[in-house]
Structures are given as structure tokens and as C-alpha cells.
């Protein structure tokens, strides 16, 4: 019970010095932990010995109850965080934004309702000029395609994707190490198959995997050849387990009938 409090602690952290955890969401932290069936009762009780501890503090706001971190410790002294920590805290999480994009779309709105207010003089365009053009926000990562490339060069790094969001990137790079997140476990499981490190950049966070490989025997079904097309039944991509219970299990042993007969007819295709 210690252990998974502990570990319920740390995630908590990994949000920042700011983050408000709610029964919910702390539930589904973890999700990614060695008990991943942790439900909102147990979640509750654990936050509660966490405030028993002092690490953390009840916040009522609008009839609701969260939990945020109370103090931090440095040189074995306990001080209050600062506005600063708090304000940085929510732009790590995305809860504010910054930077050129995010001031481009707040002058655009401000503009769209009240008009043209700004003269348009040598200023204005100094100013649209010095935020530069607009970036194209991140694609979406295929886990699929990733997990499948790793593993055709086994010990080797591979770009998983590079995320704005610290904190999205090291949650992604988590739930590779252990497969345990529903919408990634179908690739990167069983826990242990992956390797993932994180990384800085001038953009954000760069997430890479590389595959170390299963426990001998773990996944037979990773050889059958009807994992070259996709799975009608549970909608699994070609290279990529079935799974059922809503994608909650991975199918090590097996795959669906619906997959072998969608084979089959390509196959005799």
C-alpha cells in the first residue's frame, strides 16, 4: 500500500508544482502503474493518507475537491511555492499558453470580436513580422508504425514524436516502458518489450522507443501471419495483437476468427 501511494505521489509531482489532482484523474494515473485496476474509491483513500502525510493539501472550489501539492523541501527546509512555480507549472501542463502562436490567435479573436482597434502603422507590422510564421501543430504519432519499425531494427533508437508538452511526452514515454496504456499497450506490450528516453528541444520534448525484446514464448501470436492485415473484430491494425474487453487485453496466444478469415481471403485473393 506504501509502494503504490508512493508511486501515486511521484505522478502527482510529474504534473507540476500546480497541478490540482481530482479523485478521476488521479484514478487514471495510474493506469500506467504496477496496479493499473487502482479505482476512484482506492484513489480516494490514497489521496487522503497522501494529505494525512502533509505532502498534500484538500482545494474546495465550486463544490469540488481536489488535492494539489502542499510545500517542497530544499536543504531539508519546507517552503511555500511561488507564484512563479504555480504559473509555470500551468504552462508546462498547457493550461496556459505562450509564445508566438498562442499570441497570434489571442490578437486574431480580440480582432474578430471588436474590430480593427490597432492602426495598422509600421508598428502593427514590425510586430506581426517579429512573430514569425505560423508552425503547424505536432501529427498525430502511429504507435503502430512506430512499434513495428523498432522492432525491425532491435537495440536501436526510433523517433516516437516530439511533444509540445513535457509532461504529455514523459506519460507516453511511460506507458511504453510498461505497454500498460489501452491505446498504446497493443504495440509496445507486454511491459518490458521497449525501452524509452526523453529528450529537450528547441520546440518541446522528443519521445524515442527502441525494442529490447520479449520474455521467450510471451507473444506466439506475434508470428502468425494473419497479423499482416487488420482485425475486423476488434479493429487492430496489420502488425498490431488483437485485444479484447475494449482493447483492455492484449490477445498473445490468438487472434479472432474474423482476422483469419480476413486473411484467408486475401490470401486465396
Known amino acids: 500500500m506504501s509502494a503504490r501511494r508512493d508511486f501515486l505521489l511521484a505522478a502527482i509531482q510529474g504534473q507540476g508544482p ?5 479523485t478521476a484523474s488521479a484514478a487514471r494515473l495510474m493506469a500506467a502503474s504496477p496496479w493499473p485496476t ?9 489521496l487522503g493518507a497522501l494529505v494525512a502525510r502533509g505532502v498534500l493539501r484538500v482545494v474546495e472550489s465550486a463544490g469540488r475537491t ?26 508546462e501542463r498547457g493550461e496556459v499558453r505562450v509564445g508566438p502562436d498562442a ?10 470580436r471588436y474590430g480593427s482597434v490597432w492602426a495598422k502603422d509600421r508598428a502593427w507590422a514590425e510586430a506581426v513580422a517579429d512573430l514569425g510564421p505560423a508552425k503547424r501543430s505536432s501529427a498525430r504519432v502511429d504507435h503502430a508504425a512506430v512499434a513495428e519499425a523498432a522492432r525491425r531494427v532491435p ?19 511511460s506507458s511504453i516502458r ?37 520474455a521467450q514464448g510471451e507473444e506466439p501470436a506475434r508470428t502468425f501471419p494473419q497479423l499482416r492485415v487488420a482485425c475486423p473484430a476488434c479493429g487492430s491494425a496489420p502488425g498490431a495483437l488483437c485485444t479484447s474487453h475494449d482493447g483492455t487485453r492484449v490477445r498473445r496466444h490468438d487472434v479472432h476468427q474474423a482476422r483469419r478469415a480476413a486473411w484467408a481471403k486475401g490470401g486465396a485473393a
Open 103 to 112: 499570441a497570434r490567435e489571442i490578437a486574431a479573436r480580440h480582432e474578430a
Open 178 to 214: 510498461t505497454g500498460n496504456r489501452r491505446s498504446t499497450q497493443p504495440f509496445y506490450g507486454p511491459g518490458g518489450s521497449f525501452e524509452a528516453r526523453v529528450s529537450r528541444t528547441e520546440g518541446g520534448t522528443r519521445v524515442e522507443a527502441r525494442y529490447v525484446g520479449a
Open 18 to 22: 500546480a497541478a490540482r489532482v481530482s
Open 66 to 91: 481536489s488535492y494539489q501539492l502542499s510545500t517542497k523541501k530544499e536543504g531539508g527546509m519546507t517552503v511555500r511555492f511561488t507564484d512563479a512555480d504555480r504559473v509555470l507549472g500551468q504552462i
Open 155 to 173: 537495440g536501436e533508437w526510433v523517433l516516437v514524436g516530439e511533444y509540445r508538452n513535457s509532461v504529455t511526452a514523459a506519460s507516453t514515454a
Open 38 to 46: 487502482t479505482g476512484r474509491n482506492t484513489a480516494r483513500k490514497d
